[in-house]
């Protein structure tokens, strides 16, 4: 008999139990388990679940601006605020129990580093896959860039992807960390396939690559978030880069996300700073902000409405000398001065227009958001993944299940799980030494 595919693998109970969901309750772990209960005697016990089909992973999602923007109304400032009555009831009383749980660790002598986020504000997603929502539309912009001969053209549609794609990324419900040496496989399209692994802990990184026979992508993101009382700001350090059949390298980076209203007040979603995307050679490069003109300004004070949905940028010469000063900066500082293209030489192209509509380059028309969504390709996982892939994480799985009182236990054990390995790893170290 042939050795069964990893896609294959626990599709069904073990045991002869009534729940089809339960993959056995005589084994404490599934196939392609992160968890060695073999570690730990007192955690408590949860039954690993069955796998997740391969047709229930990969059912089509609407992708659409109206489906995209689903959980939210567009505000008169051009913001997002959530209207998703079950998120917004489900994320209520989060900062409570935190606020218990480090009473608790702390009465109990506890670290504090062991604290756990309730999986009822999750998706059962992990930050890896979160990260293909920002390449819905590479398929498309990525073959017209590689068709084009000059450089600039080739930056200008990836500048269009990188704006094109935002309204896929506004969920307001949080992925899992993605555990160490966790991976992913994903397909966009027959054409282009996605490659990731989580390579550090602390600080949290993933690397990805993806393939297409017309360019390859890659490069590596580093998870990090500024949080003040009731805002947070979400940004992915880190250039990627696209490079063409034909040699040409484009290094980029998409916008941000600001969110307000995270403990009080109304959930107020807006992206922040701008995609930016260059060409060394040619010292070459489009700055896109997404906000409006500012009133101080002549033009802000005659057409400006500071709307937070509007499209202003441009592709420029850069200067030198100027542009590895920025890059000398710190990811966020670095962000926050490219927003006024302070090593701007010349400029050659301008952008305009909205996010929620359409996207120009000086008069011509390149993307229009309201109708051309097909232009999009879903992420679906891939038949044969390795068994390290994050579909068989049985916290993430259970959450599918829609099971959260188990989803939450499994996450506690995979979390215990690492800080033993983080110890190990460090002992190591020392001995080392």
């Known amino acids: 008999m042939a050795a ?30 992160f968890f060695n209960p073999q570690n730990f005697k007192t955690l408590e016990s949860c039954p690993p679940p069955v796998y997740i089909p391969l047709s229930k992973l990969n059912v089509q999602r609407d992708l659409d601006l109206k489906s995209c923007l689903r959980d939210f109304e567009i505000t008169e400032n051009g913001e997002l605020k959530l209207i998703n009555k079950d ?11 935190i606020a218990r749980q480090l009473t608790s660790s702390v009465l109990e002598g506890k670290s504090i580093v062991g604290l756990s986020l309730p999986v009822r504000i999750f998706e059962p997603r992990t930050q890896m896959e979160r990260i293909v929502d920002l390449f819905h539309f590479l398929p498309y912009f990525g073959k017209l860039a590689a068709k084009e001969s000059k450089i600039i053209d080739k930056i200008k549609w990836i ?26 496989q994903g397909v966009l ?23 297409n026979p017309y360019f390859k992508v890659y490069g590596s993101l580093t998870y990090n978030a500024q949080i003040s009382p009731n805002t947070l700001l979400a940004y992915n350090e880190g250039w990627t880069t696209i490079e063409f059949n034909d040699g040409v390298k484009l290094k980029f980076s ?15 979603v807006k992206t922040c700073f701008p995609a930016i995307c260059f060409e060394e050679s040619t010292k ?10 500012p009133k101080k300004s002549f033009m802000g004070s005659i057409f400006g409405s500071r709307r937070g949905d509007e499209i202003h940028g441009e592709i420029y010469h850069y200067m030198e000398d100027e542009h590895q000063n920025l890059n000398k900066m710190t990811w966020i500082n670095m962000l926050k001065s490219q927003e006024n293209c302070l090593d701007r030489a010349v400029t050659l192209v301008e952008f305009a227009g909205n996010i929620f509509n359409e996207i120009r380059s000086d008069s011509e028309l ?36 829609g099971n959260e009182k188990f989803a939450q236990k499994w996450k506690v054990k995979l979390e215990e799980q690492q800080r033993y390995e983080r110890n190990l790893r460090m002992k190591n170290k020392n001995l080392k030494k």
């Open 284 to 293: 070459l490069k489009a700055v896109i902000n997404i906000k409006g003109l």
């Open 4 to 33: 069964k595919e990893t896609h294959e693998v626990a599709l069904t109970p073990e045991d002869d139990f009534t729940d089809p969901l339960i993959f056995s309750r005589i084994r404490q772990i599934s196939p392609f388990s």
């Open 189 to 211: 399209d027959p054409d282009t396939q996605v490659y990731a692994e989580h390579i550090s802990h602390h600080p949290p990184i993933s690397r990805y690559y993806i393939t």
């Open 159 to 184: 500048g269009v992807m990188l704006i094109a794609s935002l309204p896929h990324t506004t969920s307001q419900r949080k992925p899992f960390n993605p555990i160490l040496g966790e991976t992913y």
């Open 366 to 401: 390149l993307f229009d958001n309201r109708k051309d969504y097909d232009k999009a390709f879903q992420q679906n996982y891939s038949p044969c993944p390795l068994p390290s892939d994050s579909r068989f994480r049985e916290d993430l799985i259970w959450m599918f299940y």
């Open 87 to 97: 998120i917004i009831e489900r994320q209520k009383g989060l900062f409570s129990d």
């Open 254 to 268: 998409f916008p941000s996300a600001k969110i307000s209203g995270v403990l009080y007040g109304d959930r107020i």
